[in-house]
T-cell receptor
Framework: RKEVEQDPGPFNVPEGATVAFNCTYS??????FFWYRQDCRKEPKLLMS???SGNEDGRFTAQLNRASQYISLLIRDSKLSDSATYLC????????????FGKGTMLLVSP | NAGVTQTPKFRILKIGQSMTLQCTQD?????MYWYRQDPGMGLKLIYY???????DKGEVPNGYNVSRSTTEDFPLRLELAAPSQTSVYFC????????????FGSGTQLSVL
């Protein structure tokens, strides 16, 4: 099982739709989880951290399920500007220096 | 505030040539990283550094070298370039204790022909 797995997509959705991505991780001891966003040919940028209790940032909601070892990202009321690749990122150990990146899920929002 | 600056943005190398990818950050970050990203693939860690004078190998270090003589600079050296090193290279940095907030440079597109 790969360390961090994501459905590569693309997810094609119309504007205004709700879309959800999942990401599974293999290391049950993983401590921290994040979603990064990467626009085409650009550098990744932090979208949001994922907390155990779940968290929301505007139209974006992140959830963590430790028992099943997956995290999710829900985007409501999709905008054209949401079109990007969403990277699932895991810190395997507390205080560990490096992060493990998934390959990303591509989202395409159409008018 | 420039953040993380990478140069060059694009480069074409011939097989066997060498080059250095430059990375500098002005945020006084302790941790710096070099990643490569191949099409359709995730970011692979090449080397990282937790402070000046300290470097460590990541997942894919073969064919690369790094140094960290100052807090600001973290150059990546390619010796004897090979086609397998064709990729997009990203430098990143962060503060110790802020594990989630990686700041990335804009990347270097490298082709080895």
């Amino acid at each position: 099982r790969k360390e961090v797995e994501q459905d590569p997509g693309p997810f094609n959705v119309p504007e205004g739709a709700t879309v959800a991505f999942n990401c599974t991780y293999s290391n049950s001891a993983s401590q921290s989880f994040f979603w990064y966003r990467q626009d085409c040919r650009k550098e990744p940028k932090l979208l949001m951290s994922v907390y155990s209790s779940g968290n929301e940032d505007g139209r974006f909601t992140a959830q963590l399920n430790r028992a099943s070892q997956y995290i999710s990202l829900l985007i409501r009321d999709s905008k054209l500007s949401d079109s990007a690749t969403y990277l699932c990122v895991v810190n395997p150990f507390s205080g560990y220096s490096t992060l493990t990146f998934g390959k990303g899920t591509m989202l395409l929002v159409s008018p | 505030n420039a953040g993380v600056t990478q140069t060059p943005k694009f480069r074409i190398l011939k097989i066997g040539q060498s080059m250095t990818l430059q990375c500098t950050q002005d945020m006084n970050h302790n941790y710096m990283y070099w990643y490569r990203q191949d099409p359709g693939m995730g970011l692979k860690l090449i080397y990282y550094s937790v402070g000046a004078g300290i470097t460590d190998k990541g997942e894919v270090p073969n064919g690369y070298n790094v140094s960290r003589s100052t807090t600001e600079d973290f150059p990546l050296r390619l010796e004897l370039a090979a086609p397998s090193q064709t990729s997009v290279y990203f430098c990143a940095s962060r503060h110790r204790g802020q594990e989630e907030k990686l700041f990335f440079g804009s990347g270097t597109q490298l082709s080895v022909l």
